[in-house]
């Protein structure tokens, strides 16, 4: 592996006086080595990321940093300065600086370097020892770790923090130079043997950090918080989310948890992991400068009793899960992630087209473009503007889907061939289908090419040119002479079922759907049957069969939660005080086919309230496929009432539904021997007679 930093990047004499100059000047030493291929390429990038947030840290440190496409191979150059350089720290200029370059491909190993030096940073021995040198290759080894600073003479305090010390002592074990007879014995077991009694139990934190560029503040967060821990005596886990790598804590350990702290600034990853816990959110660099500030601030939370609600999961790909999960749990994330990112797109286009048609009458899908043709004042111009806007949002339907599959299993390099094969899709007439079959290539062919051993040189271009042109080369050629013709025939076969549908066969489609959507309320299952429904309007002209389709699902996705909303108000007293309230919110959440309203009453009684739901739901799916009710818009509940064909039969088979729904509710919940309230009220009693027989007053 070549080495990050020589003598010849070590600047010991850095006369430059502002952030820019001295970028310029130690960038100038990479590109004379060959690690920048382009100077004014790689400082406006440089320049881009200190405008994200600024660079400079207490205790006189700049770490300009970026990832760069002119970066060759991961370059680490060194300067210091005799009268310090302004790059933003609270406490005054820095009299070091670190310009680190990571090329847009850079490899987890010299990650893992650049992010140790990251925490190296924190010890104030490593910073005096820098200050102290006067030579620039003693300099250039002591930053690569092949010499280290002088050793602290003073005996180490004990260590009871939840990860490493800097000189690799594990968590919650003493650094005492004095080894222990029993290697298990800690210094707190000799405590509690002398005392006789237990000692009380550290308090617990767990902290994720991380930056833009995962390279410098997400590592320097996580050494700056683990010191701090060690030094108010608290077990600190830190889970750093960074370049170098993303290794989830163990669940156990965020279980035992007593507080967590976020230091971050990009989106944590799967954050919902920490719901339920006192929470304190804040800046990387928060983490950096003032870590026992936001110790005690937690523990402050903590004696206070304030925790986090659960959070709205992510997207998919930010809620992968590990490695061990089996290939069908990944691929319905994989496919999430592409259904999650297409819905907006179906929801927008499909809205407008119906609003266009409801103004405009359907013949307007043959009004000329309004680029060539607005009226003003014609209202027939206004519909046919609605109506072209939704007609390009549905046109970017399967690409999206395509690509965002294909990013959910190989992130961003990912989206470039899925795009492409999504659009392929189109072209060759291959639909929906088409569009799932192209994002899994896609991703697919991604990971395999990541796989391959790259030269060093290579890497800054893989992410932006070799990936982008390689993959999409193999997807267009899988989807134009392999596979599409064989999948716009399955496409066409599906379709020509669907407009073939009648009768009982339509009756039990509609109930099939209906069963799904109640299902799980949101949920995958429900999110298949929706996908289906919104796959055949996403035309400008959707056949008759398919708008029924869609019209079915959404009266099947209205009813449980208006079913509980209406359960709550004819039967309150079979419902906690805190169900009738989130009663209230599910009428209007109901109305506007928001399915997961009824979630808190599933959550809280699964085996009466979903399949309650599901019988309901298949009974409106049925009678609306019956009815022959039909919908051009993919979502809106009530709201779109106007856009639906047959919409009396429609409400009522909704109604059918919530009241079938809720009288099994209230009749499954009637069976229980005591109501939620009675019992409490029952337990009330018994415990104010027992206080009575025994003498002691009764609390009020």
């Not at 006369?15 to 920048?36: H, I, P, W």
């Not at 074990?173 to 080894?179: L, P």
């Not at 799932?436 to 090419?449: F, P, Q, W």
């Not at 039967?571 to 009824?598: C, D, H, P, Q």
């Amino acid at each position: 592996m070549t080495e990050m930093i020589t003598a010849d990047l070590v600047d010991l004499d850095l006369s430059a006086d502002t952030k820019e100059a001295a970028a310029r000047a130690l960038a100038e030493r990479m590109v004379a080595q060959g690690r920048v291929t382009d100077l004014e390429g790689f400082l406006a990038d440089v320049a881009a990321r200190e405008a994200q947030m600024p660079t400079g840290l207490d205790g006189g440190i700049g770490i300009p940093h970026c990832r760069s496409a002119h970066v060759t191979e991961p370059t680490l150059a060194f300067g210091r300065s005799a009268h310090g350089i302004d790059f933003g720290a609270p406490d005054g200029p820095a009299d070091l600086v670190f310009l680190i370059a990571a090329p847009a491909g850079a490899d987890d190993a010299h990650l893992s370097i650049l992010s140790s030096l990251a925490r190296r940073l924190m010890n104030a021995e490593f910073t005096s020892a820098l200050r102290a040198a006067d030579d620039t290759a003693a300099v250039a080894a002591l930053i690569r770790g092949d010499e280290a600073p002088a050793p602290v003479t003073e005996t180490p305090a004990p260590v009871t923090s939840g990860a490493e010390d800097s000189a690799g002592t594990p968590s919650g074990t003493a650094s005492s130079d004095a080894a222990p007879d029993d290697p298990a014995k800690s210094p707190a077991d000799d405590a509690i043997a002398a005392s006789g009694s237990p000692a009380e139990p550290p308090f617990r934190i767990v902290a994720v950090t991380s930056c833009p560029t995962g390279i410098a503040h997400t590592y320097m967060a996580a050494e700056s918080l683990e010191t701090a821990g060690r030094a108010a005596g608290v077990e600190l886990v830190v889970e750093t989310q960074g370049s170098a790598g993303f290794t989830r804590l163990d669940p156990a350990v965020i279980e035992a948890a007593d507080g967590v702290i976020f230091a971050h600034d990009v989106p944590v990853r799967d954050k919902d992991r920490f719901a339920g816990k006192p929470t304190v959110d804040v800046g990387v660099k928060a983490g950096i400068n003032r870590p026992a500030e936001l110790i005690s601030e937690v523990r402050d939370k903590a004696a206070r009793g304030e925790v986090t609600a659960a959070s709205a999961p992510g997207t998919p790909v930010e809620r992968a899960g590990d490695a061990s999960e089996g290939y069908g749990t990944k691929l319905r994330t994989w496919l999430m992630s592409g259904v999650s990112y297409m819905v907006p797109f179906v929801a927008a286009g499909g809205l407008l087209i119906a609003l266009g048609f409801a103004i405009g009458g359907y013949q307007i899908n043959k009004a000329p473009s309004v680029m060539d043709h607005f009226v003003w004042t014609q209202t027939d111009s206004w519909a046919a503007l609605l109506f072209q806007i939704g007609g390009v949002s549905f046109g970017f339907l399967v690409p999206v889907l395509a690509g965002y599959i294909a990013y959910g299993m190989a992130d961003r390099p990912g989206l470039v061939p899925g795009f492409v094969g999504g659009s392929i899709a189109l072209t060759i007439n291959a639909g929906f289908l088409g569009g799932l079959v192209a994002g899994l290539l896609s991703g697919g062919v991604v990971m395999a090419i990541q796989r391959i051993r790259i030269p060093a040189a290579l890497r800054g271009i893989m992410p932006v040119v070799v990936i982008p042109l390689i993959s999409s080369a193999v997807v267009g050629f899988l989807m134009f002479v392999v596979v599409g013709k064989p999948i716009a025939s399955a496409q066409k076969g599906m379709t020509d079922w669907l407009n073939g549908l009648s009768g009982t066969n339509a009756v039990l489609l509609g109930a099939l759907l209906g069963l799904m959507m109640c299902f799980d309320l949101g949920g995958p299952v429900n999110k298949v049957a929706y996908t289906f429904a919104t796959a055949g309007i996403a035309v400008s002209d959707p056949s008759q069969p398919a708008m029924k389709i869609m019209a079915a699902v959404m009266a099947a996705g209205m009813v449980p939660p208006l079913a509980m909303a209406l359960a709550t108000t004819v039967r309150g007293r079979l419902f906690t005080r805190t169900e009738r309230e989130n009663g209230k919110a599910a009428w209007v959440l109901g109305a506007s086919f928001i399915s997961e309203g009824a979630i808190p009453f599933a959550a809280a009684d699964p085996l009466r309230v979903i399949p309650s739901s599901m019988v309901g739901g298949a009974l409106t799916g049925a009678l609306s496929m019956s009815f022959g009710a039909t919908l051009r818009a993919p979502h809106g509940g009530i709201f779109v009432v106007p856009l639906i064909g047959n919409p009396f039969l429609y409400l009522l088979a909704i109604a059918a539904g919530v009241c079938v729904t809720t009288g099994l509710v209230v009749v499954l919940k009637g069976l229980r021997k005591q109501s939620p309230e009675g019992a409490v009220e029952q337990e009330a009693s018994a415990a104010s007679a027992a206080r009575d027989a025994a003498g002691q007053p009764v609390a009020v």
